[in-house]
């Protein structure tokens, strides 16, 4: 009967450390990310000097890449990168496009350089998109129009040329574009007029051209920077009737 008995606990002992194990492992499966989610930081942080970084706790650790300086990770997915003005030096890797769930990248006031890379339109999912600040050169990429959910642009204060795409106004959630301070050439795209909730719109001091267009009356938008371009004609007369709208339309050739 002693026996019978101590089996029995051992047995129950043993079933106790299996249940417990597997809860265990259950737990820290969950806590880990998509491995490319988390490759693609690795990329980030050797691309741009993260062993310089200001802040970088727990970055390339064991630790749980939702305890990364940073980044949030909902379930398994990252969905936010915060890391601005916290010297980062060099190009965006290619591979940020295979965090395919990212809804907010946040990178102004680095250093970073060369060009966006197109695979950024991989993330699908993308709402906020700044990456003000710092040295970017190249152009838009101009399959930005696939981010159907993206509500802020903040580009500025860079170095990007070409022209500001037209397929801008295929995003419909659109609410705030900043495209200052670059090198940016061309006309104002009339297809901006079909982001019906842009609210702000900042494309001063630039090389732009051509005329404003009257479409941008047909927005919500209550802030239009256009200061410091070589844009001609006239102001639209729907833009002059805005309630509480400033525009910024100094150093043009506005007639």
Not at 148 to 177: K, P, R, V
Not at 178 to 186: C, E, K
């Given at each position: 009967m002693y026996v019978a008995h101590a089996s029995r606990e051992s047995m129950n002992q043993l079933q106790k450390m299996l249940l417990a194990l597997c809860l265990f492992m259950s737990t820290y499966a969950g806590a880990q990310v998509f491995t490319s989610d988390s490759l693609a930081l690795v990329d980030l942080y050797n691309s741009t000097k993260g062993t310089e970084w200001i802040r970088k706790d727990n970055w390339l650790t064991k630790a749980p890449v939702s305890t990364w300086y940073g980044i949030t990770v909902t379930g398994n997915r990252v969905i936010k990168i915060q890391l601005s003005y916290n010297n980062l030096e060099g190009p965006l890797p290619a591979s940020i496009g295979n965090i395919s769930n990212l809804e907010f990248l946040y990178l102004p006031g680095n250093a970073l350089n060369g060009d966006i890379p197109t695979q950024i339109t991989n993330c699908l999912q993308l709402e906020y998109l700044y990456l003000s600040n710092n040295?970017?050169?190249?152009?838009?990429?101009?399959?930005?129009?696939?981010?159907?959910?993206?509500?802020?642009?903040?580009?500025?204060?860079?170095?990007?040329?070409?022209?500001?795409?037209?397929?801008?106004?295929?995003?419909?959630?659109?609410?705030?574009?900043?495209?200052?301070?670059?090198?940016?050439?061309?006309?104002?795209?009339?297809?901006?007029?079909?982001?019906?909730?842009?609210?702000?719109?900042?494309?001063?001091?630039?090389?732009?051209?051509g005329t404003i267009p009257e479409s941008l009356g047909e927005t919500e938008i209550q802030y239009l920077g256009l200061g410091n371009n070589q844009i001609t004609g006239s102001v639209p007369i729907s833009l002059t009737n805005l309630p509480y709208g400033i525009l910024v339309l100094s150093n043009n050739l506005l007639n």
């Open positions: 040295q970017l050169t190249g152009t838009i990429p101009v399959d930005l129009e696939n981010c159907i959910y993206l509500i802020a642009i903040d580009l500025s204060n860079n170095q990007l040329s070409g022209g500001i795409l037209n397929s801008f106004g295929l995003l419909g959630q659109l609410e705030m574009l900043n495209l200052g301070s670059n090198q940016l050439t061309g006309s104002i795209p009339a297809s901006l007029g079909n982001c019906k909730h842009l609210f702000s719109l900042e494309l001063g001091n630039n090389l732009l051209s």
